[in-house]
């Protein structure tokens, strides 16, 4: 602080995201990285695969076509929407 330098701290903010594993196929209609920045930024983890360690898979498929929904299918993991997801950041 004395030689002018300013420390951002960067919280999170608590959210019913807060440490659960969530990854995203398909297409979005917003970039990839805003989406994850904003689940990060709600203390979600963003995972590139499907796990039974996935809390959600967000995709906008109807039908499963890709191998991470046709995984969580077997896996029988919570599939949201992303509009899903949004209302969930939204809510809190």
């Known amino acids: 602080i004395e030689a002018g330098i300013e420390i951002e701290v960067n919280e999170k903010k608590e959210s019913q995201l807060s440490g659960k594993k969530i990854c995203i196929t398909g ?3 917003e970039k ?7 689940i990060r930024e709600y203390g979600g983890i963003v995972v590139n695969s ?3 360690k996935t809390d959600y898979l967000v995709t ?4 499963a076509t890709s ?3 046709k995984k969580a ?14 209302d969930m950041l939204d809510a809190d």
């Open 67 to 69: 191998s991470k929904h």
């Open 60 to 63: 906008n498929e109807e039908e």
């Open 50 to 52: 499907v796990s039974a």
């Open 27 to 29: 297409p979005l209609s």
């Open 73 to 86: 299918i077997g896996l029988n993991l919570p599939i949201i929407k992303e509009k899903d997801l949004k």
């Open 32 to 38: 990839r990285s805003v989406i994850e920045d904003r």
